[in-house]
């Protein structure tokens, strides 16, 4: 292999080839077919990730925060409630679209939930679900929201986002009914009936 293509090549190209490979043949593509996809050695890829595990979880593992759960940090504010629960739904959506396949993969690898979780301080569903719930609780203070169970409200949102994922997952296609962009109006208007303060916000 060219020395000079292998420094041309960044991490962030092998992360993305190596993601691709192992989404497209699951956790027992060589290291080898990776290599050659980006036209290096694989000597070369372990020289930056060290084994195979870790090109895996560096490809695989979501982030700590993902955007979607920073993006709550700045709301809610003065705009109809239904507009911004349709934009955190949507955002929510994209990242368990994503999420759900890399996490697959890395279950059937071999990979214990412990292992998984020993990557992160915090367990990253638990960091959804508390800034989710402070989401709603400014909310209620803003009178966008009435008074409900946050913790429930907010469980009952990330439930029916994962379950999508997961039914796309397993089976292959997506539900009947309803495109992606469908199911998010639906069930924000679903939760603004439920969640909304009756001020017509």
């Not at 890399?102 to 992160?120: D, M, T, W």
């Not at 709603?136 to 994962?162: C, K, W």
């Amino acid at each position: 292999m060219d020395v000079a293509r292998t420094k041309l090549v960044s991490d962030s190209d092998v992360l993305a080839e190596a993601r691709r490979c192992f989404l497209a043949h699951g956790p027992g593509v060589s290291t080898e077919v990776i290599a050659a996809e980006l036209d290096i050695s694989q000597p070369a890829i372990f020289k930056r990730f060290g084994t195979k595990k870790a090109l895996m979880l560096a490809a695989l593992l979501p982030p700590a925060v993902p955007d979607w759960v920073r993006a709550l940090e700045d709301g809610p504010d003065d705009r109809p409630i239904v507009e911004q629960l349709q934009a955190v739904i949507r955002q929510a959506a994209v990242f368990f679209a994503e999420a759900v396949p890399c996490l697959s993969v890395i279950r059937s690898s071999g990979i214990s939930k412990e292992e998984l979780l020993a990557s992160f301080e915090v367990a990253p569903p638990l960091v959804a679900k508390r800034a989710l719930i402070a989401w709603l609780l400014r909310g209620v203070d803003r009178g966008l929201l009435r008074p409900v169970d946050s913790e429930a409200a907010a469980t009952m949102i990330l439930g029916a986002l994962q379950f999508r994922a997961f039914f796309v997952e397993i089976t292959g296609h997506t539900p009947a009914g309803s495109s992606d962009e469908e199911y998010v109006n639906h069930l924000a208007d679903l939760l603004t009936h439920g969640l909304g303060s009756g001020g017509g916000r």
